[in-house]
């Protein structure tokens, strides 16, 4: 167990980037209205079915995460080296080929889930970033469970496939992102 309660430093980079996507897609939503919020795109989703996607996958994440470690425990035994980190993220990023963050998105400064900030003023659009930001606690909460040991040990095992700790936080990120892109940005 890591006994600091902070996510590891090798995690940590890539939770960031999770935590700055979702600031990022709270201050997006925090403009809409539940009208605007329920009205169906030009593809026939809403950005609350979006949202759902994106709350869905990551409590997917967040209920897996400890058994997946438990029984990656049993199976592997060897320690990952940063080269097959970065041969896992490269897979992810090519699997989703999302269009780059905006540029401000880089300026969004945040170090844990708990400090996440929802603006939306909408009773409906709120009470879905809050079950995002609960999801994000509880993950989060997970993750500092895990010794820098582990987190280069252990494997995420998904439908996506098995991935280091890191790749799983990645992948998340950049499945969310897809959907977001795919259904909020870009519509048609």
Known sequence: MNETGMVTEILEIFWKEKLRFAQYCFDELALLDAKAFSEKKTNGKTPVWTLQQMI?????????????????????????KDQDIEKDLEAIRDRY???????????????KAEDLQ??????LVKEQCESWKEVLVRLESKLSGISERDAYRKRYTSLTGIHTISGAINNSTEFCHYLWNLHMVNPT
Do not use: N, V
């Open 56 to 80: 869905s996958y990551d409590r997917t994440f967040s209920f897996y995460l400890p058994l997946s470690l438990r029984i990656s425990g049993f199976f592997f035994f060897t320690t990952f």
């Open 118 to 123: 929802i603006k939306a003023t909408d009773p």
């Open 97 to 111: 080929t999302p269009p780059a963050f905006p540029t401000h998105f880089w300026e969004i400064q945040i170090a």
